[in-house]
């Protein structure tokens, strides 16, 4: 029969990939990273809420920054674009 080698192969490899299943000790290692890992307690500071809403405001007024800064490049490359294409379109039209 044609093809017996190709499906033998096919079998020997499928055997291969089981046997290197079973040697997987995904509870072992789980067990080692949680036992021994170093883990860190974090102190979270204690904030009154007359605080916390200056935090908010100072956010705030930095989203609205970025925002502008980024809608103010947006607009500058999109007109330095399109004044390039129109040069480029006259340059094209007057050959």
Known sequence: ????????????????????????????????LLSESQKQKVDIKKV?????????????????EKAKRNLTLNITLTLIITLLCWFAIKLLDGN
Do not use: P
């Open 48 to 64: 009154c809420k007359a605080e916390l809403d200056e935090i908010k405001h100072r956010i705030r007024i930095k989203a609205k």
């Open 1 to 32: 029969m044609g093809g017996e080698g190709s499906m033998s192969s096919a079998i020997v490899s499928l055997k291969n990939n089981r046997s290197l299943l079973k040697k997987r000790r995904y509870k072992k290692a789980k067990g080692l």
